[in-house]
């Protein structure tokens, strides 16, 4: 190694497969796109028409000679709003530098001792151990994204509080992205953990369906967080009606059913499967979080329901002198030195339009009429 790995990606070409090569080996992973294909809009601001129709229309039957009816297009929706501004920047810590300066200096001085094998390992480790900052930059306004989308399917709506936004802008109010969201019937017991002899889930499900039935849907599988999935194995209807009755399995040795012995159950009655979210997000302050609100059951219709509006950053047409830049999944992340350190920095404007929340039915079963 004649230049310095922190020298070498100081050169664009060289900093883009920095960045790219090493997320490929990330445990941080995108996770939106599996959900959202991405939409431009360089206005940097929204507003789609989306038709939304409330049903296939069954064809009509007319007499052979007769004209063909004239009808009016299904109305039309519009989604409007501005994309948001996700950015950081931190100076890398000496401590950090130091320490990679010395184990890349103790790398040059024993590598004449060491077989290609040790010598490839002590290099990814210098590569990962400096990568770090630069990890964080990449993956960070995906991770928001992916816990925007998550809230806005789960809970009808997106926050930014000082809690879980710390350092940037607070909303008043919570963001409404349009999706019906529905609480549980009179009649119905609320999901807890106090209620597990007596909740229905059987009974939730169904309602659900039958409010996507009315709308000219059919659902596809009903979504949950870790948390209320656990309530449902653990709830004494599918001890009941499972226990006795699948692979032997004895209600009294066992703590909950599996959620796959109550989808092949739900199969056999012809309700949609239920699918477990187990997404977790970490606060400024460290404590975690579930991404997908807890206490929801959230049928689709569709299997994708949003879409992402992505923009470019002004930098990215018009670039700062003596600054380095890459893209990741349009997330501008850029490094530049001066007189006080080193720098490391990203950019990116994206937001989860729900274009299909009409495919989407929320219902919150910590609440009744």
């Known amino acids: 190694m004649d230049k310095r790995i922190i020298d070498i990606i100081q050169e664009p070409v060289a900093f883009s497969a920095f960045i790219n090569e090493n997320m490929k080996n990330s445990t941080y992973k995108v996770a939106w796109n599996e959900e959202m294909s991405v939409e431009y809009e360089a206005s940097k601001s929204f507003a789609e028409l989306t038709a939304e129709y409330a049903a296939a229309m069954v064809g009509t039957v007319i007499d052979r000679n007769s004209p063909r009816p004239k009808r009016d297009m299904p109305s039309v929706g519009e989604i409007s709003g501005t994309l948001a501004r996700f950015g950081d920047e931190w100076q890398i810590s000496n401590d950090r530098l130091e320490k990679y300066f010395y184990m890349e200096d103790r790398y040059r001085q024993v590598s004449k001792n060491l077989t290609e094998t040790q010598k490839n390992d002590q290099y990814k480790n210098i590569v990962k151990y400096l990568f770090n900052p630069y990890e964080l930059a990449a993956i960070a306004p995906h991770r928001r994204i992916w816990a925007q989308y998550l809230e806005g399917l789960s809970d009808g709506q997106v926050t930014l509080t000082k809690h879980n936004n710390e350092g940037g802008l607070v909303w008043k109010t919570a963001l409404p992205i349009g999706i019906q969201k529905n609480i549980l019937r009179a009649k119905d017991e609320i999901w807890s953990e106090n209620t597990l ?173």
């Not at 796959?260 to 404590?287: C, D, Q």
Request: hydrophobic residues 40%.
């Open 197 to 369: 002899e007596t909740m229905d889930v059987i009974s939730v499900l169904k309602y659900q369906e039958t409010l996507a039935n009315s709308a000219g849907k059919s659902v596809l599988k009903h979504r949950v967080s870790d948390a209320t999935a656990s309530l449902i194995e653990q709830c004494k209807q599918f001890r009941d009606l499972i226990g006795l009755k699948m692979l032997n399995i004895q209600t009294s040795t066992t703590p909950g059913i599996s959620l796959e012995h109550i989808n092949n159950y739900l199969n056999s009655i012809r309700i949609a499967p239920i699918e477990v979210v187990k997404e977790f997000g970490t606060y400024a302050n460290g404590t975690t979080f579930s991404l997908f609100k807890d206490g929801r059951v959230v049928s689709m219709c569709a299997p994708r329901v949003a879409v992402l509006k992505v923009s470019d950053p002004l930098e990215a047409f018009d670039p700062i002198p003596n600054k380095v830049y890459t893209s990741f999944f349009d997330n501008l992340i850029s490094q530049w030195r001066d007189s006080k350190g080193r720098y490391v920095a990203y950019e990116m404007f994206a937001f989860p339009a729900f274009v299909g929340r009409g495919d989407v039915f929320i219902l919150d079963v910590t609440k009744k009429a």
